[in-house]
């Protein structure tokens, strides 16, 4: 991992709780390419597991091959994970409640907290272009992004949602999230105030948000005055909702990602 010059930091954030400001950190780890900068940036956003169990297991999220794809175009990343999760650990603070009535819009913006945390301390390092961030997440953490995106984050010059949601039922209920309703409802409140583009990167087959759904909350998005693209790919595996964290995913999503930043004419790649 020589190349991809890796270092372990902590992101340090303030959160109001019920017994006033909490100041956790978040464990994160940063990779760039050779040389000064400065570089552009990507924040790399972890999903959430269906069993809470498996939260700690989610570790430091090392997705090496698919962050050397980012680094090889030109890219630092910074892979923040969030309260409650992996190496970071503590309170869980993006608890959506129960399946019949989920707050997705409450718990998209705990995540954006950590996500905009992440981009205010990279914004600092000598080596990141300020003007240049992407927010990439997959699953909540694509949701996550979108939640960040709707506040006009100094830097963020747009978004990849990759197979992006919450309340995914693949075990029980494959393609079935709960309550798809109240996450249009979320989404559409996102958008009114996203200004920048924004990939909307999902397959066929995916287990936890059925095509039919991905539809419509693009649509939602859409229709409060997002801009980008959603594509569908064909099935992929057994289950389209791990592409992005699949290596066999790869051509795949790269392909789209690099036309994504072509359309809209999103600097930063080589």
Known sequence: LAELKVEIVQVPMGVDGFLGKKEPHLTATTFR???????????????NPPN???????GRYRLIPQIREF????YAVIVPIRRGYGATGGDFAEDMGKCSLPSYHDAGLEAAKDIQASVEYAARLPYVDLDSILLVGQSAGGFGSLA???RSVPGVIGVVN????????PHTHPGEPCSPDRMADAIRRYAKTIGVPVLWHYA????????RYIICWFEAFRES????????QAPFGNDGHGLFSSSKGIPIWTKEFDGFLVEFGINGSN
Do not use: T, Y
Not at 52 to 58: E, S, Y
Not at 71 to 74: A, L
């Open 33 to 47: 390419p050779a040389g000064s900068g400065p570089f552009p940036l990507v924040v790399l956003s972890h999903g």
């Open 52 to 58: 809470a169990f498996d939260r700690p297991k989610i």
């Open 71 to 74: 680094v090889r175009r030109g």
């Open 148 to 150: 960040a995106a709707r």
């Open 162 to 169: 990759f197979a992006g949601g919450r309340g995914g039922r």
């Open 204 to 211: 066929e087959n995916d287990k936890f948000f059925g095509a």
């Open 225 to 232: 005055g997002g801009r980008g693209r959603l594509v569908i």
